[in-house]
């Protein structure tokens, strides 16, 4: 559907816990265009680095007083 953006393709993977060949959809370019699950786990894996790099002062040595 080139009008849309999309390609069909085949993906190799595990779906439902059913491990095949699927038919995916794909962008123009190849890019694996990502399930509803796929995008909640790729956020949660974000937000979990992003949380990992997040310094507190405690950990980088800054002395913080409350008043």
Do not use: D, N
């Not at 439902?16 to 265009?33: N, Q, Y």
């Not at 949660?44 to 002395?63: D, F, H, L, V």
């Amino acid at each position: 559907m080139p009008e849309l953006g999309l390609t069909l393709g085949l993906w190799h993977g595990q779906f439902r816990g059913i491990e095949r060949l699927w038919l995916r959809w794909f962008t123009p370019s190849g890019e694996l265009i990502p399930i509803a699950e796929e995008e909640v786990e790729q956020a949660k894996q974000e937000a979990s680095e992003a949380k990992s790099r997040t310094i507190s002062p405690e950990t980088a040595g800054i002395g913080y007083k409350s008043r």
